[in-house]
C-alpha cells in the first residue's frame, strides 16, 4: 500500500524559513514524479514544485521560483522542499504528491497524496 506522509509544517514568521519532508512508502519511487502543492482556504489546490524523473529536471510554480527547492533522496524514498523567504501569501496546506508517470501541473493526475501539513506564515 502506497503511502505519503508530510511533516515539517508550522507557524513561522515572514522571511523564514521551513523544510517540508514527505517519506513515501509501499513502492520504490526512484522513478516517480514527486511534487508538492498547496491549498490556501477557500481557495483550490495549486502546482508548487514537481521532480520529473523522467526528464530529469525540477520544475516550480513562478511564485516560489527562486525562493523554494525541492530535491530527493531516492535511497531513503523521500522529498523534500525547503522553503526561504516565506511570505504570508505561501500560508496553505501543503501536500505531497507521486505518480508513476505523470509529472506536470495538474493536480487531478497524480495517484498518490500524502495527507498534508499546515504552512503559516505570520507577517
Known amino acids: 500500500q502506497v503511502q505519503l506522509v508530510e511533516s515539517g509544517g508550522g507557524l513561522v514568521q515572514a522571511g523564514g524559513s521551513l523544510r517540508l519532508t514527505c517519506a513515501a512508502s509501499?513502492?520504490?519511487?526512484?522513478?516517480?514524479?514527486m511534487g508538492w502543492f498547496r491549498q490556501a482556504p477557500g481557495k483550490e489546490r495549486e502546482f508548487v514544485a514537481v521532480s520529473a524523473w523522467s526528464r530529469g529536471k525540477t520544475y516550480y510554480a513562478d511564485s516560489v521560483e527562486g525562493r523554494f527547492t525541492l530535491s530527493r533522496d531516492n535511497a531513503k524514498n523521500t522529498v523534500y522542499l525547503q522553503m526561504n523567504t516565506l511570505k504570508p501569501e505561501d500560508t496553505a496546506v501543503y501536500f505531497c504528491?507521486?505518480?508513476?508517470?505523470?509529472?506536470?501541473?495538474?493536480?487531478?493526475?497524480?495517484?498518490?497524496w500524502g495527507q498534508g501539513t499546515q504552512v503559516t506564515v505570520s507577517s
Open positions: 504528491a507521486a505518480d508513476p508517470g505523470f509529472w506536470g501541473w495538474d493536480s487531478s493526475r497524480y495517484n498518490y
Open positions: 509501499g513502492q520504490t519511487f526512484t522513478t516517480y514524479a
